[in-house]
Each structure stands twice: as C-alpha cells, then as structure tokens.
C-alpha cells in the first residue's frame, strides 16, 4: 500500500464518516481506514482530514497517499493574530486544533499544559510561538493566561492575557457575563429567533450534558444535584433552501447570556435544530430523521464577535471575524 490513490464520494457514501469512505473506496480494513486518516494520509478536496468521523458529501475527492507527510508544526500565520499588546493577545483560532492542551484543573488554570510527544500543539502553544516571532524576542516565549475556550472544531476569536491584572480583570468579565460574545451557527431545519433559557446538569439522562428541563423523568434537580442557568439568544440570519443537501437549514447568530460548556450546541439540539457537523448532540435528530442530517467537514460553528472593556485602558473594545473557507462552502451548498 505505497502508491497514491483517488476516489470521488458517491451518493450512497453521501454523508458517511471519512473512515467508512476510505475503507470502501479503497478497500482497507475499518483498522487501516482509521489509521490512515489520523496519520494524516488523507486528503479530501486538497485538504489534509485527521479526524475519522468527519462527515464526507456527494462529490468530494478523495486522495489516500501512504507517504504524505503529517504536518505537525506549531505556525500559524501572522494574521492569526488581530490584536496585540503588553496586555493581550486576540486571534483567530483555526478548527480542528485545541484552545489549550488538556487541562484537569479547567478553567482555574493559569497556564494551560504544552503539549506531550506526539500530540499536536494547542492553540495557546502556537500563539506563544507566533507572538515570540514577531516580537523578535529572544528567550523562551511568552506566558499566556487562559481565561475562555472554545471547542475544538469551532473556529473564531479567542482572547489570552499577557499580564496577571490583565487575566484578573477578564476572568471576572468573563465569570459575571460582561463579555459580547457572538457565534455564527448552521442548523439543520427552520429555526425562529427565540431565547433559551434552561439549567444544566452534567448527565441529563443519556450520558450527555443537558437541560434537566429536557431529561425523561424528574425535570428537575434531585437532591444536592447542581445546576447551572444557560441562556442563548438565537436570531435568524438567513434561510438556507438546501435542496442540494436535502434538507432546508438555517444560519442563526447566537449571543451567550451565560458561557456554559457546550451551551449553544446543547440548546440548538434540544430545539430540534442541532448544528450542522455536531457529532455528539445529533443522536435524537439522527434516530429520527437520519436521511436528514447534513453532511459537512466539521461543526458549523464560528466564534464571530467578542467584546470586553480593556483591563487597562478602560476602552470598550469589539473585534469580529468572518467564517473561514470551510464554512463558507457548506453554506454556499445549502444556498442552492
């Protein structure tokens, strides 16, 4: 298994897992499948795919080339990065990379961990790298605060702090909702505007975080159980015919009231509307409707507009961001 190959995406493949497609376009085993893809072996569309599951569309060009090389540098390109100073750095974090390497401590963490042997750096990793280069300091590279994340496969602004009066300052921002927060998101079906507003719990009955409104049974908290208001204020940006896909699909713009881990994911789900690419908050939509759900390479999910008052100037200050290729093509497919 040495020579280049190439295939195309079937209608029968049509919204498979890329590990699927290239067992069966090149007849591997489900083991090599997967393993090609992770090594980065994979190209879909001129594009180096590393997750099995990613969802493949009618059309896509395949290519499986055993020598490929991984790319498994720690750049990032200058434009990366959209503000700098002694203070803080804003940037524009690509999808598939992690914001911060894993972090058992969560969010009290002041430095996030660097990567180990073997895994791919995480944003705030390359971010130390890139700030060092264009700096032009010399030494090890600068110290990073972590005071928010976003998923892994969701693109968009992110902010690190560079000082400790600067990560003080933002954590409470952050912790008491001071911060402007926009995200672009597809969704499958007709969405309205709406708000949502629920509690979650970290099991809300099948094993995933949710609404303990949306749990079968007790719809509310049991005993000593905690849970944590969340609320989204969803608008409707444009309806999406879909006819290509199947399916109609909605871009809505989703403003976070509060900053729950996974909220926009877990409300737009829980409404019937689960974001185009999610993998984890499909399952009720996929068992019902599983001729519906729309294939893309990732979450549709952009972090399109943060805001905050400058820890130190006191300016109120608002950065936004358009969404990368990747979206702009699955949304350009639902336009027809």
Known sequence: MCAMRQGSISQDLAGSALDGAVRTLFGLTWGQARDMVRRGKVAVNGKTVTDPLTRVRAGAEVVLDPAARRRTGTELPDKTLVHLDPHLVVVEKPAGINTVAFDPEGMGASIAKRAQPGEDAALDERVRTLIGKVEKRGGPPPTLGVVHRIDKETSG????????????????????????????????????????????????????RGSVEKR???????????????????????RLPGKAAGQPCTLVACSLETGRTHQIRIHMSEAGHPVVGDR????????????????????MLHAAELGFVHPATEREMRWTSEPPKDMQEVLDWLRR
């Open 157 to 208: 602004l992110v902010v690190f702090t560079r000082s400790w009066a600067a990560k003080k300052s933002l954590l409470q921002a952050f912790r008491f909702h001071h911060v402007h927060r926009r995200y672009l998101a597809i969704v499958h079906g007709k969405m309205d505007s709406c708000t949502i507003r629920s509690n979650f719990v970290p099991d809300r009955g099948d094993g995933l």
């Open 216 to 238: 079968h049974g007790r719809q509310k908290a049991v005993g000593s159980e905690k849970t944590q208001l969340a609320v989204t204020h969803v608008e409707v940006v444009e």
């Open 280 to 299: 984890v908050y499909i399952r009720d939509f996929a068992r019902a409707h599983e001729d519906k759900v729309v294939p893309a390479p990732r979450l």
